[in-house]
T-cell receptor, first 114, second 113 residues
């Protein structure tokens, strides 16, 4: 079974541009999580979904960030407009709802905003 | 095992020695805990988990100890190998089966050959 798939793996963009990160969770997993990782703040939960419904978005830094999950096999995290302080590695992770079992992480999307 | 500012706590051990990585968690209502390993350029990978009704769990070469009284978690790695070099995170589950995992800042393990 394929793991969590994220794209792009690397993105370099200029301040003010729109960035869209994509995630395909593991088939059968209906909880999906977006994390951001920086040296200063470690792994921060941005938002998570259960059965495509956002449950907690309190970690989303500001209105420039938005996330959607239109179906069980796809989610996007969008930053518009992007700023240099958004530079980080963004991870998507999934697990089965109702199971406090492990989260399965993707390989991450490394974002650099110049 | 919590980081301060830019610097991760680092544990340096000799190959073959045992390693102990510590973690303090924040919420006394947390019901489930996981240790993750993250190698450079990769996503975190599951190592071992423990539920709050247990105080010890063993895996292959790894043991997790949970002390709920002082909200402390530790990961013991036996016979540490160079391949164990990575950053290790503890995570606590808050909110039951509908909840989310909150991660600590991590500890960097460096294994000297």
């Amino acid at each position: 079974d394929a793991g969590v798939i994220q794209s792009p793996r690397h993105e370099v963009t200029e301040m003010g541009q729109e960035v869209t990160l994509r995630c395909k969770p593991i088939s059968g997993h209906n909880s999906l999580f977006w994390y951001r990782q920086t040296m200063m703040r470690g792994l921060e939960l941005l938002i998570y979904f259960n059965n495509n419904v956002p449950i907690d978005d309190s970690g989303m830094p500001e209105d420039r960030f938005s996330a959607k999950m239109p179906n069980a096999s796809f989610s996007t995290l969008k930053i518009q407009p992007s700023e240099p302080r958004d530079s980080a590695v963004y991870f998507c992770a999934s697990r089965r709802t109702g199971n406090t079992g492990e989260l399965f992480f993707g390989e991450g999307s490394r974002l650099t905003v110049l | 095992g919590e980081s301060v500012g830019l610097h991760l706590p680092t544990l340096s051990v000799q190959e073959g020695d045992n390693s102990i990585i510590n973690c303090a968690y924040s919420n006394s209502a947390s019901d489930y805990f996981i240790w993750y390993k993250q190698e450079s350029g990769k996503g975190p990978q599951f190592i071992i988990d423990i539920r709050s009704n247990m105080d010890k769990r063993q895996g292959q070469r790894v043991t997790v100890l949970l002390n709920k009284t002082v909200k402390h978690l530790s990961l013991q790695i036996a016979a540490t190998q160079p391949g164990d070099s990575a950053v290790y995170f503890c995570a606590e589950n808050i909110g039951g089966s509908q909840g989310n995992l909150i991660f600590g800042k991590g500890t960097k393990l460096s294994v000297k050959p």
